[in-house]
Nanobody
């Protein structure tokens, strides 16, 4: 079992920045990839960014050039640096870890961007 705890969300004005953190605990060996998803009210959950254990990254088009995902394996933590935030980035951001084909999710952290 893997437990994930997100932090770092909040309220920010458009153009501002936030850094989200996701700390993994429990049986954390061989976590293959970690990622961030988001879900806005009335919308489907969407992938934001992922990072593999080898450091390969993927970003959805809408956040490329603004968001950066990184991973500190020593701290078992993945980060999402979000710059140039827009009101449309407002959502609950959830962390996901994949281990041996199983998906583990955190509870999410709210990000609200005011115009």
């Amino acid at each position: 079992q893997v437990q994930l705890v997100e932090s770092g969300g909040g309220l920010v004005q458009a153009g501002g920045s936030l850094r989200l953190s996701c700390a993994a605990s429990g049986s954390i060996l061989r976590i293959n990839s970690m990622g961030w998803y988001r879900q806005a009210p009335g919308k489907q959950r969407e992938l934001v960014a992922t990072i593999t254990d080898g450091g390969s990254t993927y970003y959805t088009d809408s956040v490329k050039g603004r968001f950066t995902i990184s991973r500190d394996n020593a701290k078992n933590t993945v980060y999402l640096q979000m710059n140039s935030l827009k009101p449309e980035d407002t959502a609950v951001y959830l962390c996901k870890a994949v281990q041996f084909g199983f998906n583990y999710w955190g509870q999410g952290t709210q990000v609200t961007v005011s115009s």
